[in-house]
Nanobody, 128 residues
């Protein structure tokens, strides 16, 4: 099993920046790729970004391209999400997710149902 713990959320003003962290523990050697999702009140969970644990290749959701950057530190078993130029539309709970080797569906089709392991989430609120 893989456990994921997010941190770094908080309140930021429009145009500001935040960096989220997701620390993985347990069977981290099984991780194939990790992703970030977010969920605003009353809305479905939305794909934000993903990164391959071995190659560092990345994918981004259209709404965050050019503003958010996903990265990882394999030595620390941690993935980061640097969020710049934030707007109120970025408000929501941000979740970290991971898939084990052999599960490629979540990479080609980054829907929440296609990810196996989840963290509890961290709240990000962007005010005007």
């Amino acid at each position: 099993q893989v456990q994921l713990v997010e941190s770094g959320g908080g309140l930021v003003q429009d145009g500001g920046s935040l960096r989220l962290s997701c620390a993985a523990s347990g069977s981290t050697f099984r991780i194939y790729y990790m992703g970030w999702f977010r969920q605003a009140p009353g809305k479905e969970r939305e794909f934000v970004a993903a990164i391959s644990w071995s190659t560092g290749n990345t994918n981004y959701g259209d709404s965050v391209k050019g503003r958010f950057t996903i990265s990882r530190d394999n030595a620390k078993d941690t993935v980061y999400l640097q969020m710049n130029n934030l707007s109120p539309e970025d408000t929501g709970v941000y979740y970290c997710a991971a898939n084990p080797y052999g599960n490629t569906l979540g990479w080609s089709n980054p829907a929440p149902d296609n990810y196996v392991h989840w963290g509890q989430g961290t709240q990000v609120t962007v005010s005007l």
